[in-house]
C-alpha cells in the first residue's frame, strides 16, 4: 500500500543513561516521521521494542517519558502548538504518556474525574472538556464506567482508561511497556483495539510498546527495534542500544495480513534478539 513519510515526530540523538557508574543504555539513535497512506484518512505510527530481559528497554522507556535523566544525548518531539513546520521541542515529564504494567490510576476519583484531571492544563472550556470525555468514553467502550472507581473496573477498562487519560495530558505519544503482559485473549484483543482507536483519531498519534510477543509486534507495529548488548570488535559490551531496526512499511509488510514473509521476519528478529 502506498504510503509518504511527512514530518519528523520523534527525534533521539546519542541517548545513553547510567545509574551511579553503570552504563544501561548507550547510543541510542532513531527517527519516526509522521506517515500518510494513500485513500485512509488516519494512520497513526505504532513502533515496537522487542529485546531479552535486562537489555533496557524499560530504562529507554522511562527516559523517553522524561521519568528519568539522560546522561547524554537529546530527544525531541514534534511542537503541536507551534504553527511553524517541524517545529519540535525536548522532551519534558508529562509530554509523552507513558501506561505501566499495573495501569495506575487515581483509587479515589472516577473515570470521569480522572480523566477531567487529565485535561486540567488544557486550554479547553469546561463544556469542550465534558464533550471530549464523553465521546472518548463512547468510542472506547467505557460509557457505563464514567462513574466508576479504578476498583470497580475491569482490567481491560482500567488499561483503557490509563491509556486515555496518558493521551489527554500527553496529547499525540503514548508509549506502553509490556501492554500484552500476561492477558489473556479477550483482553489482548481489548489492547489490539485500544491501539486501532489510537492510530484512527489522528495522523500523528504515536504508540511505543515493547513487548515479549514477536507476533504480536509484527501484526501491530510499522516498525520494530530491537534493543540488544552490541558486539564491538569482537566483544559483547554490556549495555543496551539498537542493534536492528525493521521497517514493516518499507518490506512491504505493513498493513497486510500475516503470512508466510512475516513468518520469516519474526524467526530473523528472534535470531537477532538471541545474538544480542
Not at 101 to 115: D, E, I, M
Not at 133 to 154: F, M, R, V
Not at 165 to 188: A, C, K, T, Y
Not at 212 to 221: M, N, Q, R, V
Request: aromatic share 10%; glycine share 6%.
Amino acid at each position: 500500500m502506498k504510503h509518504e513519510f511527512k514530518e519528523t515526530l520523534l527525534y533521539v540523538e546519542n541517548l545513553s543513561v547510567a545509574y551511579d557508574d553503570t552504563v544501561i543504555i548507550k547510543d541510542i539513535n532513531l527517527v519516526e516521521k509522521d506517515v500518510v497512506r494513500e485513500g485512509i484518512d488516519f494512520t497513526g505510527q505504532v513502533v515496537a521494542f522487542v529485546g531479552r530481559s535486562g537489555r533496557g528497554k524499560s530504562t529507554f522507556f522511562k527516559a523517553l517519558t522524561g521519568l528519568v535523566p539522560m546522561n547524554s544525548g537529546k530527544i525531541l518531539i514534534r511542537d503541536f502548538e507551534n504553527p511553524e513546520p517541524n517545529a519540535a521541542k525536548s522532551v519534558k515529564e508529562g509530554n509523552i504518556g507513558f501506561v505501566d504494567q499495573k495501569y495506575t490510576l487515581f483509587r479515589h476519583k472516577t473515570v470521569s474525574q480522572a480523566l477531567k484531571f487529565s485535561l486540567r492544563k488544557t486550554k479547553l472550556s469546561e463544556s469542550e472538556k465534558e464533550t471530549k470525555i464523553k465521546q472518548y468514553l463512547k468510542d472506547w467502550g467505557l460509557e457505563n464506567c464514567a462513574d466508576k472507581y479504578p476498583n470497580e473496573l475491569s482490567g481491560g477498562q482500567r488499561q483503557r482508561t490509563a491509556i486515555i487519560e496518558q493521551l489527554f495530558s500527553s496529547d499525540h505519544f503514548i508509549v506502553l511497556d509490556e501492554p500484552f503482559s500476561g492477558l489473556d485473549v479477550g483482553n489482548i484483543k481489548e489492547v489490539k483495539k485500544a491501539f486501532e482507536l489510537l492510530g484512527n483519531s489522528s495522523d500523528f498519534n504515536t504508540i511505543i510498546f515493547s513487548t515479549h510477543d514477536i507476533e504480536l509486534a509484527i501484526e501491530l507495529a510499522q516498525t520494530i527495534y530491537v534493543i540488544g548488548y552490541p558486539t564491538i570488535d569482537g566483544k559483547q559490551q554490556h549495555y543496551g542500544t539498537i542493534v536492528a531496526k525493521y521497517d514493516l512499511r518499507e518490506e512491504g509488510l505493513a498493513w497486510k495480513d500475516y503470512c508466510e514473509d512475516h513468518i520469516k521476519l519474526s524467526k530473523e528478529i528472534i535470531h537477532q534478539m538471541m545474538i544480542s
